[in-house]
């Protein structure tokens, strides 16, 4: 089974930064980032693949946001930059995905985090 725990989340005003940090008890080929809002369904923010030549983004989040792994320590990250109100929810780090299942679906995943929030003001 494999552990993630989640870090790096707070509080910003919009236009600011923040950079989530995720540590797996063991290496996923498949990693990737998910949020929810109350009252709103999990929703995909960022996966990447293996070595992380490969990644995917939400269009909502595309050029705010960089998904990045290091192998050898066995985490995953997210700078989240220009951050804005509606980026406000908690954060999941997500990983194992089902063979062929949809990058951006949270019923792909076997694993999650606990999750840590992160909150934009205006």
């Known amino acids: 089974q494999v552990q993630l725990v989640e870090s790096g989340g707070g509080s910003v005003q919009a236009e600011g930064s923040l950079k989530l940090s995720c540590a797996a008890s063991e290496y996923s080929y498949v990693s990737g980032w998910f949020r929810q809002a109350p009252g709103k369904e999990r929703e995909a923010v960022a996966v990447i693949y293996g070595a992380g030549d490969t990644t995917n983004y939400a269009d909502s989040v595309k050029g705010r946001f960089t998904i990045s792994r290091d192998n050898a320590k066995n985490t995953v990250s997210l700078q989240m930059n220009n951050l804005k109100p509606e980026d406000t929810a908690m954060y999941y780090c997500?990983?194992?995905?089902?063979?062929?299942?949809?990058?951006?679906?949270?019923?792909?995943?076997?694993?999650w985090g606990q999750g840590t929030q992160v909150t934009v003001s205006s």
């Open positions: 997500a990983a194992v995905k089902y063979p062929g299942a949809p990058w951006d679906r949270a019923a792909s995943y076997y694993y």
